[in-house]
């Protein structure tokens, strides 16, 4: 058997890769040494039934050039018709239009495995992720998120039931978790704080991605608070008026009312967007507030979108659901839009943020909230407000659970700190029957003085006073130790408590238009500017 020619057989030059080809588009070192390649073996001469290989071991041999034969590609015609001189060039430009064409790998992603498990807390290693990560875990792909690390360890707490989860379970990091799905197609829908439907219509249409956690507006991108935002109840709208941007919080216990004054507020403020985030209430709740309050003709749902957190979901999920609910918001007001946020309950993301912080052995602080957990107030507060350069504003009405305005609570403490106002809802006015059952003296509205005008704020301040007075010589008058004529403003008060009663309180079903309100509080104060 004749030899085949050294250009056929020329083995690579020592220092180069033997075993990998050169990357595509590039013409070997050995070939550029060796010049033009030699003409290929006629496939005439191979025997029947023989390969390629058999043709060179058998001898070279060469066949004349000719045209592509009819229905024959490009490709082919460069490669078998083309002179030696040009079969380099056309190599290189088939080899160019191949990596064109070429998909981009996906980026690879290192997973871990299970090693420990502490209650809620997995435990594990070999996994590369950042706190704030969602992760798959087992075979049941049960989601999780890092929430710190320890010893070298990564620790992971459920965002979901953890069933079946056992030593060596595979942990694989989700590229696009710690993001939340935004868009116009959230409107009036219902979804979880991972953006998961609960209204049974299927995945949400979303058209963008926003960050769980951003950081807020810097001051000089905030615009002021000059505009007030109706709000349809008599009460706030004459007494505590509220601003487009404002950050207010109604503090309220259990059983006064809390939830039919959110959902008139829903029904009736004058907002673009609506987001209502109930957090850690309890199904039933959920889902009356849903079909009662998010269902009328006022408003109905077509503007509204709602992220439901049960009290059953992992602790995590309610940070997650209202910091879900703070960047729809943040997306909308980035429109432009005018976006009223209500947050039921901040009290209870609070909780959540704090069995997340003992889980991860962050020490205690304040009556056993570690600083974390009262630092979430602070960071959903300042998210809120309006942006200079899009026009939008974020209005924030958000609940805290809290028995005759407690000031040791360190949750109602720092709301108080970092918001614009609050409203109180007294049980005793609960108990007479007044809702909504607003402490008109224990409350305030910080921005009143910058969105009302001066006859407005006389009125009101007015009002207020003799509220107070009524107030605080209830007990007197009940025993009978007062005598009529010791005070004409007291008599004037006492006089005129009915009528400032019946200001107070609202029918559930009975919006009240702002400027009526305002006209009806000047005719009740009227008596008192004589007196």
């Not at 209650?119 to 087992?138: C, N, Q």
């Not at 409203?423 to 809702?435: N, S, T, Y």
Request: charged fraction near 20%; charge should be neutral.
């Amino acid at each position: 058997m004749s030899r085949a020619p050294s250009a056929l057989r020329a083995s690579p030059p020592e220092g180069e890769d033997q075993t990998h080809p050169p990357p595509l588009g590039e013409v070997p070192s050995a070939a550029r040494r060796r010049g033009p390649a030699a003409p290929r073996p006629s496939r005439s001469s191979s025997p029947p039934g023989g390969s390629a290989e058999r043709s060179k071991e058998d001898g070279p041999t060469t066949r004349p050039r000719s045209s592509s034969p009819p229905g024959g590609g490009a490709e082919r015609s460069e490669a078998e018709g083309a002179a030696p001189g040009q079969n380099s060039t056309a190599t290189t430009a088939l080899a160019c239009r191949i990596a064109a064409t070429r998909v981009p790998a996906l980026p690879l992603r290192r997973a871990g495995v299970v090693v420990a498990a502490d209650g809620a807390i997995l435990e594990a290693v070999g996994i590369s992720a950042a706190i704030g990560s969602r992760v798959a875990i087992g075979a049941t792909k049960a989601v999780g998120e890092v929430i710190g690390f320890r010893d070298g360890r990564a620790l992971v707490m459920g965002l979901s039931a953890l069933p079946a989860i056992a030593p060596g379970a595979a942990v694989l990091p989700d590229p696009a978790g710690g993001q939340v799905a935004v868009g116009n197609g959230l409107l009036g829908r219902v979804i979880d704080g991972l953006g998961q439907p609960l209204d049974g219509l299927g995945p949400p249409a979303t058209s963008a991605w926003m960050p769980a956690s951003p950081a807020p507006l810097p001051p000089h991108a905030r615009a002021r608070v000059t505009c007030p935002l109706p709000t349809g109840v008599r009460a706030i709208d004459a007494l505590l008026s509220v601003s487009v941007g404002q950050r207010i919080g109604i503090m309220a216990g259990t059983g006064v009312g809390k939830s039919v004054l959110l959902g008139q507020i829903t029904r009736w403020a004058r907002a673009d967007v609506v987001v209502v985030a109930l957090i850690g209430e309890r199904s039933r709740e959920i889902s009356d507030f849903i079909d009662t309050e998010l269902s009328g003709p006022a408003r109905g749902r077509t503007i509204t979108i709602t992220i439901a957190v049960p009290a059953s979901d992992a602790m995590l999920c309610r940070v997650r659901g209202a910091q879900a609910a703070m960047a729809i918001a943040e997306w909308h007001r980035a429109q432009g839009k005018q976006v009223l946020l209500i947050l039921d309950s901040l009290s209870r993301v609070v909780h959540g943020a704090r069995e997340v912080a003992m889980a991860r052995g962050e020490p205690m602080g304040t009556r056993g909230y570690p600083p974390s957990a009262l630092q979430l107030v602070a960071d959903l507060a300042e998210r809120a407000g309006g942006d200079r350069q899009s026009g939008g504003a974020i209005t924030l009405i958000a609940t805290v659970l809290a028995e005759n305005d407690d000031r040791a609570d360190p949750v109602v403490d720092a709301a108080r700190g970092v918001m614009d106002g609050h409203i109180l809802l007294a049980r005793r006015l609960a108990g007479r029957g007044q809702f909504p059952a607003i402490d008109l003296v224990s409350s305030a509205s910080r921005v009143m003085f910058d969105i009302c005008d001066p006859a407005h704020l006389a009125a009101a301040s007015r009002f207020r006073r003799m509220i107070a007075l009524t107030e605080e010589n209830r007990d007197l008058v009940l025993m009978g130790a007062y005598a009529p004529g010791a005070d004409p403003e007291l008599d004037l008060a006492l006089a005129l408590q009915p009528a400032l009663a019946a200001f107070m309180a609202q029918p559930r079903e009975q919006p009240a238009d702002p400027a009526d309100s305002i006209a009806t509080l000047n005719e009740l104060v009227a008596p008192m500017e004589t007196a």
